[in-house]
């Protein structure tokens, strides 16, 4: 198993930047492509972005491509998402994921390991 804790989280004003975090601990992290998701309380995951093993692939919601830049840091067991021009829409508690293998994938239910998430809250 791997074990996921998110951080960076918190409350910032619209047009604004926030560096999430996810650190990993158990199993060898390189073996895991990562996710971030995001979802408000009564409504589905949405998609963010993800990133293979070894960081050389990265994909993107189509909406956020160009705002967002996710990478990692294999050495420190950890994934980042820098988030930039925030926007009110984006108000939403944000989980990383992890899967094994090498590719990054959109696909919610390929991921087998989640985080409790971190609550990002951008006010207008």
């Known amino acids: 198993q791997v074990q996921l804790v998110e951080s960076g989280g918190g409350l910032v004003q619209a047009g604004g930047s926030l560096r999430l975090s996810c650190s990993a601990s158990?199993?060898?992290?390189?073996?895991?492509?990562v996710g971030w998701f995001r979802r408000e309380p009564g409504t589905e995951y949405e998609f963010v972005a993800s990133?293979?093993?070894?960081?050389?692939?990265?994909l993107y919601a189509d909406s956020l491509q160009g705002l967002f830049t996710i990478s990692r840091v294999n050495a420190k067991h950890t994934v980042y998402m820098q988030m930039n021009i925030l926007s009110p829409e984006d108000t939403a508690i944000y989980y990383c994921?992890?899967?094994?293998?090498?590719?990054?994938?959109?696909?919610?239910?390929?991921?087998?390991?989640w985080g409790q998430g971190t609550q990002v809250t951008v006010s207008s």
């Open positions: 994921a992890a899967r094994e293998g090498p590719v990054a994938t959109m696909a919610q239910s390929w991921y087998a390991y």
């Open positions: 990133i293979s093993r070894g960081g050389g692939m990265t």
């Open positions: 158990g199993r060898t992290f390189s073996n895991f492509a």
